[in-house]
């Protein structure tokens, strides 16, 4: 009997070494697992600098501000080294570069030169991962550079009588139409409506001539008017009154 207790107090050390070297085991491989959970940053929005939007500038010439966008990832993180490609969407313009790449900040930015039509022009802002932005500005035309004819001459009419409208048209040098423009008006002869005129959101302005009054006969008399504009060439109608 007591060689039996003694077997069994060898085989309960024994299997209690086991355990604690099992132990043991599981440990160091618990302590030697060096693998971790990462997230990839993915580049999913693009946003405009707000310096960058609501722009107006004159056609043909770059905005006077560069045009900005910070890309982020999906926790709103800016990412650096990304490449963004610049498209003109509409208005004709151009930009300085077709991709730039951003910054430590997430910033890329670019200078856009509106296109000579005014109205709206849009660029977008768009990366690899299929995210974009568009943004748009407005181009406004250039200072007056010509001075038409639009209608109103030649006129003949009855003497005393008031003309039909002269109208003019002042443009830029892209054939957009100038509105606010002074127009000043001088005749010959007779009454105008007006000696000063502003070109309206077509670019045209206008006057009449009242022809009654006295005149120097006999008839025809031939009455001229001139349009002008700061340095522009003048428009010159003519009026015969019968």
Known sequence: MQRSAMERGIRACSTGRWAVAAAALVAAAACGDTTFNTITAIPTTLTFSAASSGQTGTVGQPL???????????AGNPIIGVVVTWTVLSGGGSVS???STTDVNGDASVIWTLGTVAGTNTLRASIATGASADISAEGVSAAGSTMAITSGNPQTITLGATTAPMVVHVADQFGNAVAGATVTWTTTGGTLSATSTTTDASGNAQVTLDTSGPTVLPLPVIFTVTASSGTLPSAVFTITAM
Request: glycine share 0%; hydrophobic share 35%.
């Open 64 to 74: 006077a501000q560069p045009i900005s966008v910070q890309v982020t990832d999906q």
């Open 97 to 99: 570069s077709a991709t």
